[in-house]
């Protein structure tokens, strides 16, 4: 796809820029890279001298753009279909119909029912195209207008924050890309706290805005909401969602919910639906904090490449501070572009063979039961309502794990956000030796071996760092964690690498640290210390309170091997009474080859 470089200088508009390039308005059959939130894209078009639908991704946008214009039209849900209808009927010299993509269908029907041709009559602009390929995983309707958008004969992509977009049309109609440059330096600071002690990390950050006029939270999790205001107490807030968790907030007894933007509060919590596009203006500039909480859930992860962006860009005022807060995990499952590619390929065979299986079937139940196998067919997800290839479904799988290697370090993090070239980022990381985050992620391990193998990397951590704390701090949490104490004896006998080779699993791990107990750990310095303290030499002592006496030492050094009566023989060179009982022995010289002499 070939692109159009085009600088814009600082306090310009798009508009400046684009008739600069010699376009009196957004040009056809391109992808406009904005590169800067708030230089007016919907604006250019809302007011340029042609008819002109405006496709936004959610209702607060369009609800915001429309309420100070009776000449402009907000099509969505609560939109009658006689509203569109009267609305295409007007006098208005300039049309202009600002919709949700769920709505558009309401366009299309009104016009068809009219007798006008659109696709000729109108321009059509998809605002924030990112969202298309971001939300489609979970609001599939997302995607019904783009068979109709690319019916247009005059039509364009904008964002400021593109995505990589595979949709064969955009070939075949020739799309290319509009690149909008700045001639100025607009990276915005951002302080960037990956830390593994997330509830209180966050707690600590809140403390120190509280004498903030305005604090605007953005995590996209209303459970994660739910826990920082109850935990923290806020009275003074006002969390803004969809609709979907305003029923399920209010469920909880949460008063100060809405699906459209209010005038502000001190606290301000803000889910996905508000990331882009919307326009916030307050007299007083905020204090920003994002929120990843992977513990809570893998969605609350924010891309640096569009959502941060996007959310810095909604404050058209400026704004404080800009802090993002997130743990990491480098366990994270991610597929590459390969395996991504072979999971798509036999999933879409698996969906073929059912389906003719289906069209052969003539059996009614028969064609149920395939029907619902193939409605269970990860390919399945992949298809639009017209049974084709949904091009913004397989870029979203691509792009989650995209988003998804971000979050396996704080070095991937703070490196995605450097490359963006939006921030100045400053390290303000707190990462705990054992953080409240790697306790969590220890009690939801499921099974046992998953246990053991969080614990073996944890104990790695800290006795690696054994030198600079005390190490018997931490120990005795973990002891207390199931599975801790069990693992902590086993760490310490056959240490990370024995663990390994063992799966975790208990029966193997008891072998390797039987072993180790029967040739390693019963020799130890401390232990042939002990016993050398324990006994007297040359005086005869009863075999069996021998073999009591060494029991107790290997009790205490946690030695996990069977005393027998002769076992002392593999310490001492020794007589033995054999003729009448009780049997004794005589310690006679501590054998010398322990290397501790």
């Not at 996990?560 to 593999?570: A, E, F, H, R």
Request: proline share 2%; glycine share 2%; hydrophobic share 35%.
């Amino acid at each position: 796809m070939q692109t159009e470089i085009i600088k814009i200088h600082k306090g310009e508009w798009l508009t400046d820029a684009l008739k600069r390039q010699g376009y009196e308005n957004i040009p056809s059959n391109v992808i406009l890279d904005k590169t800067l939130t708030g230089l007016g894209a919907t604006h250019t078009e809302l007011h340029s001298n042609r008819n002109s639908i405006i496709i936004e991704p959610n209702v607060p946008v369009i609800i915001e753009k429309t309420k100070d214009n009776s000449d402009w039209l907000a099509v969505w849900e609560k939109c009658t279909p006689s509203k569109v209808e009267k609305y295409l009927q007007s006098t208005n010299k300039r049309k202009k119909l600002i919709c949700t993509p769920e709505s558009f269908s309401k366009i299309r029907k009104a016009a068809n029912k009219l007798n006008l041709n659109i696709y000729t009559d109108y321009f059509c602009l998809m605002d924030e195209c990112e969202k298309f390929i971001q939300d489609v995983d979970y609001r599939k309707r997302i995607t019904q207008p783009i068979y109709d958008f690319f019916q247009f004969q005059q039509k364009a992509l904008v964002s400021a924050t593109p995505l990589e977009m595979r949709h064969k049309e955009l070939v075949n109609q020739n799309f290319r890309i509009l690149k909008i440059i700045p001639e100025y330096d607009y990276r915005k600071n951002l302080e960037l706290i990956v830390t593994n002690s997330y509830d209180k990390t966050v707690k600590n950050k809140l403390d120190d805005l509280r004498d903030s006029p305005c604090v605007c939270i953005f995590i996209n999790s209303t459970n994660g909401i739910n826990k920082i205001i109850n935990t923290l107490k806020l009275t003074d807030y006002k969390v803004f969602c969809s609709n979907q968790s305003v029923k399920k907030l209010k469920e909880r007894e949460f008063d100060n919910v809405y699906e459209m933007l209010e005038p502000l509060a001190k606290y301000n919590f803000f889910t996905c639906r508000f990331f882009s596009a919307l326009d916030i203006k307050e007299k007083q500039n905020p204090d920003i904090l994002i929120l990843t909480d992977l513990n809570e859930a893998i969605y609350t992860m924010i891309d640096p490449f569009t959502e941060a962006i996007q959310i810095q860009g909604r404050f058209r005022n400026g704004f404080n501070s800009l802090t993002h807060i997130s743990n990491v995990k480098i366990d994270l499952d991610i597929k590459s572009k390969e395996a991504i590619d072979s999971m798509i390929e036999e999933s879409k065979i698996t969906y073929s063979d059912l389906k003719d299986r289906h069209k052969q079937a003539t059996d009614k139940y028969r064609k149920q039961a395939i029907s619902k196998d193939m409605e269970s067919v990860k390919y399945a997800d992949l298809l639009d309502e017209q049974g084709n290839i949904n091009y913004f479904s397989v870029d979203n799988l691509y792009n989650e794990e995209r988003v998804k290697e971000y979050y396996k370090t704080k070095e991937s993090l703070f490196n995605a956000y450097n490359v963006t070239n939006h921030f100045n980022v400053t390290d303000a990381s707190v990462i705990e030796l054992l953080g409240e985050d790697d306790l969590l992620t220890l009690r939801k391990a499921k099974t046992d071996i998953e246990k053991r193998r969080l614990l073996t990397e944890q104990l790695r951590k800290l006795y690696s760092n054994q030198d600079k704390v005390d190490i018997s701090f931490y120990l005795n949490i973990l002891k207390k964690e199931n599975q801790g104490a069990y693992t902590i004896d086993a760490f310490q006998k056959i240490g990370k690498e024995g663990l390994e080779k063992a799966g975790y699993k208990k029966g193997t791990i008891d072998k390797a640290v039987k072993e180790y107990d029967k040739m390693i750990h019963r020799f130890l310095p401390e232990v042939i210390q002990d016993i050398q303290s324990e006994f007297d030499l040359n005086v005869w002592i009863e075999k069996e309170e021998i073999r009591d006496r060494l029991e107790m030492i290997y009790k205490r050094h946690n030695i996990l091997y069977t005393v027998k009566l002769n076992t002392i023989k593999d310490y001492f060179l020794v007589d033995e009474t054999k003729d009448k009982k009780p049997y004794k022995y005589i310690l006679k010289v501590l054998i010398k080859d322990f290397g501790i002499f």
